[in-house]
């Protein structure tokens, strides 16, 4: 088992940045890949980022250049740290975690909104 605690949403002015955290436990917490995701009003979650247990990182390309994943993993904690936000990243972020085996966690999310 594997759970996921997100923290550090919340409301920002475009072009503003802003910090994710995902807090996992769970045994096998650190040997898993660990990925964000977002879901807009009205639209499907998207895979965001993504990070490896060896820090192999990919990003969608909307969001390349703007925002960083990187995970501790002697804290069990991944983050994704966003620059140059537009109000159309607004959404609900959610931290995944997919184990060797392809089970996968997810976290509650947590609201990023970006508005003036």
């Known amino acids: 088992q594997v759970h996921l605690v997100e923290s550090g949403g919340g409301l920002v002015q475009p072009w503003g940045s802003l910090g994710l955290s995902c807090a996992a436990s769970g045994t096998t917490a650190s040997t898993n890949l660990m990925r964000w995701y977002r879901q807009a009003p009205g639209k499907q979650r998207e895979l965001v980022a993504d990070?490896?247990?060896?820090?192999?990182?990919n990003y969608e390309d909307s969001v390349k250049g703007r925002f960083t994943i990187s995970r501790d993993n002697a804290k069990n904690t991944v983050y994704l740290q966003m620059h140059s936000l537009k109000p159309e990243d607004t959404a609900v972020y959610y931290c995944?975690?997919?184990?060797?085996?392809?089970?996968?966690?997810w976290g509650q999310g947590t609201q990023v909104t970006v508005s003036s």
């Open positions: 990070i490896s247990n060896l820090g192999i990182t």
């Open positions: 995944n975690s997919l184990t060797p085996s392809g089970r996968n966690y």
